[in-house]
């Protein structure tokens, strides 16, 4: 959708401003990319390093106040609209305005004098496809309305919000990287987060003669609910065992654990008096794992090493898929495909359970790997998959 349409909608739906109060009459567009992550899966929440980069593919929305203490919203995607007061303790029942009502509840607690508002948005993420198109839906709304109503926190700031409304209004318990990779992203350039201490790097990403491609199962999945939420359990409850046996230590997540530290655990479960179950330790194995492949990544990139990137990517792959129990049939379908055409790496992307596989291709690999997949999973699922290229993007933005 372009600016010009999407102000067409909005209005459609609202006609010109009437209210005498609200002198700011026109309304602006704003913008928030979803993202992909190239390495380094559920280590966000654990402490530990993401390899994101926003995309061309993103969230717009037209905002502008209306001088009352009313919230107009409209989504253009799902053909709904909602209204609600801005101090409502509840808020709407819809998710995909609670995202905008979260966001807006907690710029108010940042100190930003959130009034009622007119809004329509539409976006061109992929839903359920790993690529975060609710974080792109937050960052969009976190950005716009501190600027509409004169705020003034920072960018960090819009991440923390966007996740918060995540926690408190979504019910999903995610880390910071998707949030992240909306707001700070730019174009041609991947970003080196550490969760921990929030420090990041860019790193340009442009490799010759090779291309990013999704591969959208078009699997929905939805990460709301207790798988999430589990897995992160488990890998809370693996940390504050280590840090039973060690009290002289200051052990937050699994960041700060090592492969010494889980086969010490291992050994002494009995006497760490904790009911840990083997999914938990499976789990945790997993988190070390990625811990150490995105560390290798980084080092494979500065070398230009693109081999040593795929060969990571596939062993993560295996790692979701075995040990943290994320992946599914179709996805393993689409990585096995992968290997196949000789893809040089492959992997789920995304929280799991569905969405896409994200792939590094050889220039002139591309036309036989994507023509094989979609072929090959129409036959066996039913239905096609979409081919997503990727081009890296920029961040969150106002559309001038």
């Known amino acids: 959708m372009t600016k010009q349409q999407i102000l067409s909608a909005f209005a459609d739906k609202f006609g010109q401003m009437s209210n005498d109060k609200c002198q700011m009459a026109n309304p602006t567009v704003y913008a928030s990319p979803g993202r992909i992550n190239l390495i380094g899966e559920h280590t966000d929440y654990n402490g530990g390093f993401v390899f994101p980069g926003a995309v061309q593919q993103g969230i717009m929305a037209v905002i502008r106040p209306n001088g009352t203490d009313i919230v107009r919203a409209c989504s253009l995607d799902l053909n709904d609209s909602a209204e609600w007061p801005v101090n409502d303790p509840q808020g709407p029942q819809s998710t995909c305005f609670r995202f905008v009502y979260g966001v807006a509840r907690e710029l108010i607690e940042r100190g930003v004098a959130v009034k009622g508002f007119d809004t329509v948005f539409a976006g061109d993420v992929p839903l359920g496809a790993g690529m975060s198109s609710s974080a792109a839906l937050e960052s969009c709304f976190a ?21 918060a409304t995540e926690h408190k209004y979504i019910g999903c318990n995610c880390g910071i990287m998707d949030q992240f990779a909306s707001v700070f ?16 790097e860019y790193f340009p990403f442009e490799p010759k003669g090779y291309r990013l ?87 494979a990139l500065l070398k230009g090493d693109y081999e040593e990137v795929g060969r990571q990517m596939y062993r993560t792959h295996e790692g979701l898929s075995r040990e943290y129990e994320v992946s599914c049939e179709e996805l393993d379908f689409l990585n096995d495909i992968a290997k196949e055409c000789g893809v040089t790496g492959s992997r789920i992307m995304g929280g799991g359970f569905g969405g896409c596989t994200i792939n590094l291709v050889k220039d002139e690999l591309y036309d036989a790997f994507t023509r094989r997949a979609v072929e090959a999973f129409e036959a066996k699922y039913g239905h096609k998959p979409v081919i997503i290229d990727v081009i890296i993007g920029d961040g969150s933005r106002r559309i001038d």
């Not at 309305?145 to 966007?162: C, H, P, R, Y």
């Not at 992203?185 to 420090?199: A, H, N, T, W, Y």
């Not at 052990?251 to 655990?265: A, F, G, V």
């Open 213 to 299: 491609v999704l591969v959208n199962s078009c699997v929905k999945h939805e990460l709301a609910g207790s798988p999430y939420n589990d897995r992160r359990r488990s890998c809370e409850n693996v940390a504050a065992a280590i840090q039973a046996l060690h009290p002289d230590r200051k052990i937050e997540t699994l960041r700060d654990c090592t492969w010494e530290d889980l086969e010490e655990l291992k050994c002494k479960l009995s006497i760490v008096n904790c009911q840990l179950s083997p999914e938990d330790i499976q789990r945790a194995t997993f988190v070390l794992g990625e811990k150490d492949r995105v560390l290798a990544v980084c080092d």
């Open 185 to 200: 992203g730019q174009k041609g350039k991947l970003m080196r987060l550490d969760c921990r201490s929030r420090e990041f």
């Open 143 to 163: 950005f716009g309305l501190n600027e509409q109503f004169g705020g003034s926190v920072s960018k960090w700031d819009m991440v923390l919000a966007g996740q």
